[in-house]
């Protein structure tokens, strides 16, 4: 079974930072796109941000364009997502999710991604 696992979530003090990791167990993600969503609580899955197989191209919601940064290290088999200038707007269970179409994971089309990991939670609050 092929499984991401989320970490780097917790409590965080408004204008606080977080960086979030998504790590692969028994596949490569270097062949995939990785895709960031989030849900908060009462609200529908939100897309937050995507990254190329080879991370060149990158894409954000407008929501949290010029805070958060993706990036990738193929070598240590993990994709990141740094939060910055956090809000409490932004505490959600933060998912990664994998799939081979970075065009669908750019487009936030969250029914296209294969893999999903459990997700983990970020709060902000003071």
């Known amino acids: 079974q092929l499984q991401l696992v989320e970490s780097g979530g917790g409590l965080v003090r408004p204008g606080g930072s977080l960086r979030l990791s998504c790590a692969a167990s028994r596949f490569t993600l270097g062949g995939y796109a990785i895709g960031w969503f989030r849900q908060a609580p009462g609200k529908e899955r939100e897309w937050v941000s995507c990254i190329s197989t080879s991370g060149v191209s990158t894409n954000y919601a407008d929501s949290v364009k010029g805070r958060f940064t993706i990036s990738r290290d193929n070598a240590r088999n993990t994709v990141y997502l740094e939060m910055n200038s956090l809000k409490p707007e932004d505490t959600a269970v933060y998912y990664c999710?994998?799939?081979?179409?970075?065009?669908?994971?750019?487009?936030?089309?969250?029914?296209?991604?294969?893999?999903w990991g459990k997700g983990t939670l970020v709060t902000v609050s003071s």
């Open positions: 999710a994998a799939t081979r179409s970075y065009y669908y994971c750019s487009g936030g089309v969250h029914t296209a991604m294969d893999y």
